[in-house]
């Protein structure tokens, strides 16, 4: 059997045994297409099992979320964590509360972060998890009790050597507070290093809610260094407006940007004087307002509910909505409007339709795992400050933060050069990641 036949039979083993889960089989797909090169020049890769072992999950919980809502009904929703990998640190990786989830979006999610958290250089492993709950439209005292339920049964798999969750989708600082507060009350531990996003008053990091924003863009800016050019006066499109896209934004004013639209499920805004980041963050971070609030309250902004954000023109597009947000033609639009810089500070925004057309043009692409990386890293480093009971500043941590960033943007881009590539962000992170994770998978040996 040729090499390719090898992979390819491991790639239908995983189509078979996971049914109907199509955002894992996308995932997973596109790790593949990035390892061909890697098994050509070392088969022994195959031979160690360690494709198929990083395909199935360590472990993974499915677990009932009872709760009673404000009129005094009984809710019933989907409890996951996919403990996809702990060979370089305990699993870590967020909980997504919000009506898609499944286990297909679970597994996606905790098999990019395997690589992701392995591309940061800090000692964790990957997992995830999440629930179908939608948090929209409920009480603070609904979402309480839904994430008492939630944990009630989660914290037996979890522990700061073992499993450590944060947010992601539909959790914040919020959610993460209800959490640790049952979390501590059922254990009797103030076990700091059990989840992270935590308050600032209570063991949480500097930078953590900004790092995943931040992150994306001071990639984008690396990106866009190897072409000679900066963020300095080029124009911006940033899609969403939650967590990753509110700090995105105010991270590219800094370096001289100007973010011509944001969006929600609603539809997006496009303000050509430059979207007011404080407005953003009062309208959906503050007040969890929809993005017509913005529109309502800002003379040059205007709200579009049809169309696509991505036919704004500009020169950078920082996809931070969510999976598969991005499609062929949207790409191609992107991509006629003069566009040189995508970096995804979603999960998997692009459609492999998308990645195929941005990656035959000359705009430089790059993968959420490496250009979102920021967050999951601000969170070990949050794991870091809390094993050692100390807080570090803003700044301190800041500069933490660019750092790994700007290693992680010269690891993928050395690695896609070695392989012959240059430019290939999608190759240079699947294939840097993966050579630390199956070198140490072997190390450990066959569990
Ligand atoms: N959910 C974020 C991600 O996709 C952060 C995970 C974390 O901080 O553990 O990487």
Avoid at 233 to 253: F, T
Avoid at 257 to 286: M, T, W
Avoid at 344 to 368: H, I
Avoid at 371 to 382: C, P
Wanted: with cysteine; charged share 25%; aromatic share 8%.
């Amino acid at each position: 059997m040729t090499l390719e036949d090898r992979l390819s039979d491991i790639y239908s083993s995983v189509l078979l045994r996971n049914p109907g889960e199509v955002e894992f089989h996308q995932a997973v797909e596109e790790v593949f297409d990035s390892l061909a090169v890697v098994v050509q020049r070392e088969p022994e890769y195959l031979d160690a099992g360690v494709i198929q072992r990083l395909c199935e999950p360590e472990r993974q919980i499915i677990f009932r979320v009872p709760w009673v809502d404000d009129s005094g009904e009984i809710q019933v929703n989907r409890g996951f964590r996919v403990e996809f990998s702990s060979v370089l640190g305990p699993y870590k990786g967020g909980l997504r509360f919000h009506p898609s989830v499944y286990l297909g979006i679970v597994k996606f999610l905790g098999f990019e972060q395997v690589f992701k958290n392995a591309l940061t250089g800090m000692p964790i492993g990957g997992g995830k998890g999440g629930s179908d709950f939608d948090p929209k439209g409920r009480s603070d005292g609904e979402v309480m009790r839904f994430c008492q339920s939630f944990i009630t049964e989660l914290y037996r798999h979890l522990g700061e050597y073992t499993d450590v969750p944060a947010g992601d989708i539909g959790v914040g600082a919020r959610e993460i507070g209800y959490l640790f507060g049952q979390y501590k009350r059922i254990t009797n531990r103030f076990e700091s290093g059990v989840l992270t996003g935590k308050g600032l008053g209570w063991g949480g990091a500097q930078v953590r809610k900004e790092a995943t924003g931040y992150g994306t863009v001071i990639f984008a800016e690396e990106m866009l260094r190897t072409r000679g050019r900066s963020f300095d006066g080029l124009d911006v499109v940033v899609s969403g407006s939650g967590n990753v896209a509110i700090y995105a934004v105010e991270k590219v004013q800094q370096l001289g940007g100007r973010v011509l639209a944001v969006s929600d499920s609603s539809g997006y805004v496009y303000d050509p004087e430059g979207i007011d980041y404080e407005l953003l963050q009062q309208v959906k971070e503050v007040e969890r307002a929809r993005i017509c609030e913005y529109a309502e309250r800002r003379d040059s902004a205007e709200l579009r509910t049809s169309g696509s954000i991505w036919d704004v023109p500009c020169q950078v597009a920082l996809p931070c909505a969510t999976q598969n947000e991005i499609s062929a033609d949207e790409a191609d639009t992107l991509i006629r409007n003069g566009c040189v810089v995508v970096a995804e500070g979603a999960n998997m925004p692009s459609t492999p339709e998308a990645l195929k057309a941005f990656q035959s043009s000359d705009v430089l692409f790059a993968p959420g795992k490496a250009a979102n990386a920021g967050g999951v890293a601000t969170s070990a480093l949050e794991m870091q400050q809390n094993a050692s009971r100390d807080s570090w500043s803003f700044e301190h941590t800041e500069e933490r933060l660019t750092t790994i960033m700007v290693d992680i943007h010269e690891r993928c881009a050395t690695t896609a050069d070695e392989y012959g590539q240059p430019d290939n962000y999608v190759l240079g992170a699947n294939v840097s990641s993966f050579l630390q994770v199956a070198d140490a998978m072997i190390a450990q040996g066959v569990v």
